[in-house]
């Protein structure tokens, strides 16, 4: 009697880890893949936005706001001294922010003047923010131009506090990501850079 429970637990073990295993390998195949679709979305938004860029340079198109729609390209974000280059879409719904950093809708888009808010996981495109310093410099670069900001502050608050979103009569720029960088599940602050446009 006791070996015959022996040999069930032995089993049960056994199938266990290897169902634990497969959960796993499961895991690690939907992570890939999703990684691998942002990176090949990011590259070939990042092509479509150079050939936009050159094929409207002389005319300086510009898009009416009203014309922007979710998941639009709008530009692309680079902050060089930390390695973020990425392309910035319309919206903030979890497909976009899968794919890249995201315009909050209810701030200005850049160019515009006024507080052009963008927004980013903390666990993909906008882990290197842990890194950021005062006067960093970050840039926009649209169809309507290039746009450049240097970092003034960094704060952390709570996700209640959409303060920092509020328009502004200076051009600034807010990126916006969740908070601690190193937190499974949902974070509790919400990490926050301020840039002016010089």
């Given at each position: 009697m006791e070996s015959d429970k022996k040999s069930w637990l032995r089993?049960?073990?056994?199938?266990?880890s290897r169902g634990m295993f497969a959960a796993g390998i499961v895991l690690l195949s939907l992570v890939g893949a999703?990684?691998?679709?942002?990176?090949?979305y990011q590259d070939r938004a990042k092509q479509l936005i150079q050939s936009e860029i050159h094929g409207s340079s002389a005319g300086r198109i510009v898009v009416p706001a009203t014309s922007i729609?979710?998941?639009d390209i709008l530009g692309r974000l680079d902050i060089p001294r930390i390695g973020i280059s990425l392309v910035v879409l319309e919206g903030t719904d979890s497909r976009t922010l899968r794919l890249?950093?995201?315009?909050i809708e209810t701030t200005s888009l850049p160019g515009e003047g006024g507080n052009v808010g963008i927004a980013g996981h903390r666990d993909?495109?906008?882990?290197p923010l842990r890194d950021i310093r005062k006067n960093d410099r970050i840039q926009i670069q649209t169809a309507m131009g290039l746009f450049q900001y240097q970092v003034d502050w960094m704060k952390v608050v709570s996700p209640e506090d959409v303060s920092?979103?509020?328009p502004s009569d200076r051009s600034v720029l807010t990126l916006v990501t969740c908070?601690?960088?190193?937190?499974?599940?949902s974070a509790p602050k919400r990490f926050i850079v301020?840039?002016?446009?010089y």
């Open positions: 089993a049960f073990l056994l199938w266990g999703a990684t691998l679709q942002a990176k090949l729609k979710e998941n890249g950093a995201g315009h993909t495109f906008f882990r920092v979103l509020a908070y601690p960088f190193q937190f499974f599940g301020r840039a002016h446009r």
